[in-house]
């Protein structure tokens, strides 16, 4: 986007590592993957996690989250994504009942759902992402150039499981899981 006075912070985490984190949790042939077709960075997590599926061994069936119906067309996966979609976490709270009622795994690239059911998430540290922000900020109202300012890359990565959530799934959570955890819900 150089040229365009634009800047920000990106959150892209590494989704292979969540991903091969999902399946230590539970074997996994089938991945649905929840993301919203109008929100452009998640069209291209879903296409990374359908590609990945082919070196993790396991298929991807996308779910274009665009309202509360669609989460309820989820069936025979045995696993689910959420990407970093504001669409999807509107309804996180369906999504997990759809998780439980199924008895599967739920893992995410956003933070937000870890509290309400979701097992697994890789996210960028919210605070730091805040403060980079605010710099940003600060220095267009300074007079900088945000065209100027690079896109900045997440230094503060948090990985929380929900081990209360896993336990009543009755999934079992490996311990260098939960070792590499920066929280864990008990």
Known sequence: MKGRKVTGI??????????KN???VKDISTLGVLYNSAEKETVGEANEVERLGGQ????????NVRSRDSIARIR????????TSCAAM?????????????NIPTAALIAGGEDRGIILTLAADCTEQGKEAADRVAGILRGENPSAMAIANP????????????????????????????????
């Open 76 to 83: 025979d996966v045995d696993a689910l994504l959420v990407t």
């Open 90 to 102: 509107l309804y996180i709270d369906d999504i997990v009942s759809v998780a439980r009622k199924q």
């Open 56 to 63: 993790l061994s396991f298929k991807t069936v996308k779910v």
């Open 10 to 19: 990106n959150s892209k985490v590494s989704l292979a590592g969540l991903l």
């Open 155 to 186: 230094r503060k990565i948090q990985m929380t499981v929900n081990l209360k959530e896993a336990t009543s799934l009755g999934l079992k959570i490996p311990f260098d899981i939960l070792s590499a955890a920066t929280r864990v819900i008990k």
């Open 22 to 24: 999902l399946k230590a």
